[in-house]
């Protein structure tokens, strides 16, 4: 029998996951930047910006935890092309939405600090999320993990 990873090694799982999320949402923004409205195109910076400076953190979390960050892939394969700013706004409340969930799996493993930064960064994507699609979710973090609804 596999004996059951460590809470610790858990928890390292969980950064690396959230950090590999993030490398592909600044990956993301910079084609959702190319592609957005001039009404957006600031919001789309922001966003930008604030994944690099979570991208950074989360290495530095996972040194301090003994691991080694992993790096970011050249390139990330797009859900679908992105012609128009409309489907720019659609891929950025997807990336936010996968990054929520990264952040949940975090919030899972992790605790401490690293829970706490894992839970605001969750919260910060939820909001992302919501203005990029004009609506919230119930459980951000989750949607992705959602069963389809059973009908009798």
Do not use: C, N
Request: no cysteine.
């Amino acid at each position: 029998m596999k004996p059951e990873p460590s809470p610790a090694h858990r928890a390292l799982e969980a950064a690396q996951a959230a950090l590999a999320a993030e490398h592909a949402a600044a990956y993301g923004y910079g084609v959702i930047g190319a592609r957005a409205s001039a009404a957006r195109a600031e919001e789309a910076r922001e966003a930008y910006g604030g994944h690099l400076a979570r991208r950074d953190a989360l290495a530095r979390s996972v040194r301090e935890m003994g691991g080694s960050p992993r790096p970011a892939e050249p390139a990330y394969a797009l859900p679908y092309e992105v012609r128009t700013p409309a489907d720019a706004e659609r891929l950025a409340a997807e990336i936010e939405d996968r990054v929520a969930g990264a952040y949940s799996d975090l919030v899972r493993a992790a605790d401490g600090r690293l829970r706490r930064e894992a839970a605001d960064a969750l919260s910060a994507a939820a909001v992302r999320a919501a203005r990029w699609r004009g609506t919230g979710v119930a459980f951000p973090g989750l949607t992705e993990r959602a069963a389809p609804a059973r009908t009798s």
